[in-house]
């Protein structure tokens, strides 16, 4: 098969996440792109970047079907719709995540997310014949791994464990399972970060599927957006909001590494990290949405970001604030569409670009116009200092 029959159109993958980390989901249901808990964690799936080694979890119609997607309206909640001649079965994909339980009225920054990724299965008419393949991946599919099954769960030693009620067979790193789902019929199967200690995840299901609802619902009715396309614009801020790293706020680049900006070609870089460029311009983006929350806690990233290579402000830091980000190439991937090669970490954090300056000071400006306290005597007053001691 040529690189272009092994891997979809990145236009065919629709996003899911729950502000720490994130999953890419193809058209025809396999996630071939995971990270839990945070954005540039080694990846649990990711055959993105490699179609024979990387990782990825596949649920899939036997024979032929057609689908139909779409999201929960309002939310990032996936619904993948797969139509088959015997009958119709909805796959809902989402990582869940809500405000913590002490958080005052308006504030939806300050997240709880236990680090899941949740598949439900609904049978909506018929029968529907499934089939399921799953096999995780362990530092960037550079080391081995062998599943066991034990207790409803599939795990191997520090990796995500896989809730299911399903007999898979194991061989290695890859388990396979055959399903059929009736009318009226639910399976839920739960990927944790950690293992569960009480409750199993896919007995809280139902009530973490409420609150990841309600989380986007309500964020996205905060948005003063009135004007053309407004459906567009609405899922653009929701979209960055999902791309924005609660723990710390600070926004991402991107939510992959190494998808080429020329297929076949080598630059291919690692974009999840905080470019303050991009950040400024989203959160100015937000900010006139009316989400002022988001940039007051961009300030306080910059705050510890910057406050730690000043007089020096770079370009980009980590997502908590790293300030360095050392580049290295994974030569054993054969990166997307046979794009090599594939980069963890930027060395572009090493760069020094002198109009970073006036983006920091333009990002200080919004929040003073919008009221927004603490800016004075902070990263803002010190930049500007710095700003004159560079210039003269």
């Given at each position: 098969?040529?690189?272009?029959?092994?891997?979809?159109?990145?236009?065919?993958?629709?996003?899911?996440?729950?502000?720490?980390?994130?999953?890419?989901?193809?058209?025809?249901?396999?996630?071939?792109?995971?990270?839990?808990?945070?954005?540039?964690?080694?990846?649990?799936?990711?055959?993105?970047?490699?179609?024979?080694?990387?990782?990825?979890?596949?649920?899939?119609?036997?024979?032929?079907?057609?689908?139909?997607?779409?999201?929960?309206?309002?939310?990032?909640?996936?619904?993948?719709?797969?139509?088959?001649?015997?009958?119709?079965?909805?796959?809902?994909?989402?990582?869940?995540?809500?405000?913590?339980?002490?958080?005052?009225?308006?504030?939806?920054?300050?997240?709880?997310?236990?680090?899941?990724?949740?598949?439900?299965?609904?049978?909506?008419?018929?029968?529907?014949?499934?089939?399921?393949?799953?096999?995780?991946?362990?530092?960037?599919?550079?080391?081995?791994?062998?599943?066991?099954?034990?207790?409803?769960?599939?795990?191997?030693?520090?990796?995500?464990?896989?809730?299911?009620?399903?007999?898979?067979?194991?061989?290695?790193?890859?388990?396979?399972?055959?399903?059929?789902?009736?009318?009226?019929?639910?399976?839920?199967?739960?990927?944790?970060?950690?293992?569960?200690?009480?409750?199993?995840?896919?007995?809280?299901?139902?009530?973490?599927?409420?609150?990841?609802?309600?989380?986007?619902?309500?964020?996205?009715?905060?948005?003063?957006?009135?004007?053309?396309?407004?459906?567009?614009?609405?899922?653009?801020?929701?979209?960055?909001?999902?791309?924005?790293?609660?723990?710390?706020?600070?926004?991402?680049?991107?939510?992959?590494?190494?998808?080429?900006?020329?297929?076949?070609?080598?630059?291919?870089?690692?974009?999840?990290?905080?470019?303050?460029?991009?950040?400024?311009?989203?959160?100015?983006?937000?900010?006139?949405?009316?989400?002022?929350?988001?940039?007051?806690?961009?300030?306080?990233?910059?705050?510890?970001?910057?406050?730690?290579?000043?007089?020096?402000?770079?370009?980009?830091?980590?997502?908590?604030?790293?300030?360095?980000?050392?580049?290295?190439?994974?030569?054993?991937?054969?990166?997307?569409?046979?794009?090599?090669?594939?980069?963890?970490?930027?060395?572009?954090?090493?760069?020094?670009?002198?109009?970073?300056?006036?983006?920091?000071?333009?990002?200080?400006?919004?929040?003073?116009?919008?009221?927004v306290a603490g800016v004075r005597g902070s990263y803002a007053d010190r930049a500007a200092r710095q700003v004159s001691v560079t210039f003269g």
């Amino acid at each position: 098969m040529s690189p272009a029959e092994r891997y979809p159109p990145i236009r065919d993958y629709a996003v899911i996440g729950d502000c720490h980390g994130c999953a890419l989901v193809s058209r025809d249901g396999r996630i071939d792109w995971c990270a839990l808990q945070r954005f540039d964690a080694d990846p649990v799936f990711l055959r993105l970047l490699d179609a024979e080694r990387g990782g990825f979890w596949e649920i899939a119609p036997v024979g032929e079907y057609r689908v139909e997607r779409q999201y929960l309206p309002d939310t990032a909640i996936l619904q993948t719709e797969f139509i088959t001649p015997h009958g119709r079965l909805r796959l809902t994909d989402f990582m869940p995540v809500g405000r913590k339980l002490d958080a005052s009225t308006h504030d939806y920054v300050n997240l709880n997310a236990p680090g899941w990724l949740v598949r439900r299965l609904e049978g909506l008419s018929g029968e529907v014949a499934l089939k399921m393949r799953y096999r995780p991946s362990r530092a960037y599919a550079a080391e081995p791994v062998r599943l066991r099954r034990l207790d409803g769960r599939l795990q191997s030693e520090g990796l995500p464990v896989l809730f299911t009620d399903l007999e898979f067979e194991v061989q290695d790193d890859l388990a396979e399972a055959s399903l059929t789902v009736t009318a009226g019929e639910t399976r839920d199967l739960v990927l944790a970060a950690t293992n569960a200690e009480r409750q199993c995840p896919r007995d809280r299901v139902d009530e973490f599927l409420t609150v990841t609802t309600a989380f986007w619902q309500e964020w996205l009715g905060y948005c003063r957006y009135r004007g053309p396309h407004a459906a567009m614009v609405r899922r653009s801020a929701l979209t960055l909001k999902l791309m924005t790293y609660a723990p710390g706020g600070g926004l991402v680049a991107a939510l992959t590494t190494s998808l080429p900006e020329q297929i076949g070609g080598e630059r291919n870089w690692d974009y999840r990290y905080c470019w303050l460029r991009d950040g400024c311009f989203t959160l100015y983006a937000l900010a006139v949405l009316g989400y002022h929350g988001e940039a007051s806690r961009f300030h306080d990233y910059l705050i510890q970001a910057c406050g730690r290579t000043l007089p020096e402000i770079q370009i980009m830091y980590g997502i908590d604030g790293e300030s360095h980000l050392p580049e290295r190439t994974l030569d054993h991937l054969s990166g997307y569409r046979d794009s090599r090669p594939v980069r963890v970490g930027n060395e572009a954090h090493t760069q020094r670009q002198m109009d970073i300056y006036g983006q920091v000071l333009d990002l200080a400006l919004l929040y003073r116009r919008h009221g927004v306290a603490g800016v004075r005597g902070s990263y803002a007053d010190r930049a500007a200092r710095q700003v004159s001691v560079t210039f003269g």
